[in-house]
């Protein structure tokens, strides 16, 4: 089973910016799509952005042109540039696994385990 570990989130105020980055252990890694996700207290899970294997992304209407998904597979980390951040982007940022395909606007596989996530506070 491979484990996630995400990182660098914090409190910044608004139009600040933020860089997260998500490790995965295991060697499989750069055959799947990767996503990046949200959860703000009280809603559900939200999906706001993917990547294929190729570099191929998708975003959000929220959040497309703000922030910016990227890979590295040779360090099986999977990045989330975070620009012009607003105080309802306020949540706990997750990654996980999409699927083997292209198909990015979704999962279509079963999430790996949960990692911890990583707190991003927008606030004056």
């Known amino acids: 089973q491979v484990q996630l570990v995400e990182s660098g989130g914090g409190l910044v105020q608004p139009g600040g910016s933020l860089r997260l980055s998500c490790a995965a252990s295991?060697?499989?890694?750069?055959?799947?799509?990767m996503g990046w996700y949200r959860q703000a207290p009280g809603k559900q899970r939200e999906l706001v952005a993917g990547?294929?294997?190729?570099?191929?992304?998708n975003y959000a209407d929220s959040v497309k042109g703000r922030f910016t998904i990227s890979r590295d597979n040779a360090k099986n980390t999977v990045y989330l540039q975070m620009n012009s951040l607003k105080p309802e982007d306020t949540a706990v940022y997750y990654c996980?696994?999409?699927?083997?395909?292209?198909?990015?606007?979704?999962?279509?596989?079963?999430?790996?385990?949960w990692g911890q996530g990583t707190q991003v506070t927008v606030s004056s």
């Open positions: 996980n696994r999409l699927g083997v395909l292209d198909q990015i606007t979704s999962a279509t596989m079963t999430p790996w385990n």
């Open positions: 990547i294929t294997s190729g570099g191929s992304t």
């Open positions: 295991g060697s499989i890694f750069n055959i799947y799509a």
